[in-house]
């Protein structure tokens, strides 16, 4: 939905004060990211920790970003892709 770019996607960026020209970049890495855990689960899990930190991370500032604009009502998506990152962290970690 970021590489297309979606309408909902180009309305949130914008109400959370992401520029447009951000959204490819970010895109990227969450692609990244996935890719990363994906490794990780196949045999590579330096990898797949490291791709779950920078999740971790991602989402993080997603969640400021929101907490940040006063955009409160949608939280909850970057909140739970947050925790699932965490959890894969723990996971990864606890392996």
């Known amino acids: 939905a970021d590489l297309i770019p979606a309408g909902f996607v180009l309305a949130n960026s914008a109400e ?3 520029p447009r ?3 490819a ?3 990227a890495a969450k692609l990244a990211g996935a890719a990363g ?3 990780g689960l196949l045999g590579v899990p330096a990898l797949g920790i490291a791709a779950a930190v920078g999740l971790v991370l991602f989402f993080v500032g997603a969640v400021i970003a929101h907490l940040r604009a006063h955009v ?3 939280i909850a998506f970057p909140g739970t892709f947050l925790c699932l ?3 894969t962290l723990a996971l990864m970690i606890a392996r």
Do not use: Q
Request: no cysteine.
């Open 85 to 87: 990152s965490a959890a």
């Open 25 to 27: 970049p970010l895109a």
């Open 21 to 23: 020209s951000w959204l």
């Open 16 to 18: 959370v004060g992401v």
């Open 37 to 39: 855990l994906v490794i």
């Open 72 to 74: 409160l009502y949608n």
